[in-house]
């Protein structure tokens, strides 16, 4: 899965063994920033951490994003905004990476970013990538169609 925020900070201290207050601190940050780096996204109050807060995530407590995909697709830039790992996902076309990210981010999120990976992949290989991905991302909306209402498979 494409860690969320909330995820990386809540992996962070069960590592380190930290309290929210120590990661806080040994993030320089107030513990009220990271209570709200640590809220959901639907919450009036969540905040979203800066670049600089990821990467150190990343450096001192060795947690991505890319954690739970099959490459570190976020490699050298634990910071890297999600659109840009979409991309890179697009690119390799791995479908397990790909399922994960549509069940993440939503199949239309991912297809809106099908064009753009196109045109960064070379050009004697756009004709196959853009037949692989139309057949995965297919078989995901077909897949998705099915799932019991509610439920998204992972």
């Known amino acids: 899965m494409a860690m969320k925020q909330q995820d990386l900070l809540r992996q962070a201290m069960a ?3 930290q309290t929210r207050a120590q990661l806080a601190e040994a993030m320089g940050v107030a513990k009220r920033t990271l209570d709200k780096w640590l809220l959901p996204e639907s919450s009036r109050d969540f905040r979203h951490m800066p670049e600089t807060a990821l990467r150190l995530l990343a450096n001192q407590y060795d947690v991505r994003k890319t954690a739970d995909l099959s490459m570190p697709y976020d490699w050298p830039d634990p910071a890297i905004r999600d659109e840009a ?5 697009l690119r390799r076309a ?3 990476d790909l399922v994960r990210l549509c069940a993440d981010y939503g199949l239309d999120k ?3 970013c099908t064009d753009a990976a196109l045109a960064l992949a070379p050009v004697a290989e756009r004709g196959i990538l853009a037949r692989i ?4 991302l297919r078989s995901i ?3 998705l169609s099915e799932a019991p209402h509610g439920r998204t498979p992972a």
């Not at 991905?133 to 995965?136: A, K, P, S």
């Open 133 to 136: 991905l139309t057949r995965m």
């Open 110 to 112: 991912v297809r809106a």
């Open 141 to 143: 909306e077909i897949a």
């Open 94 to 96: 791995h479908f397990p």
């Open 15 to 17: 590592q380190s063994g």
């Open 85 to 89: 790992l979409i991309l890179n996902v």
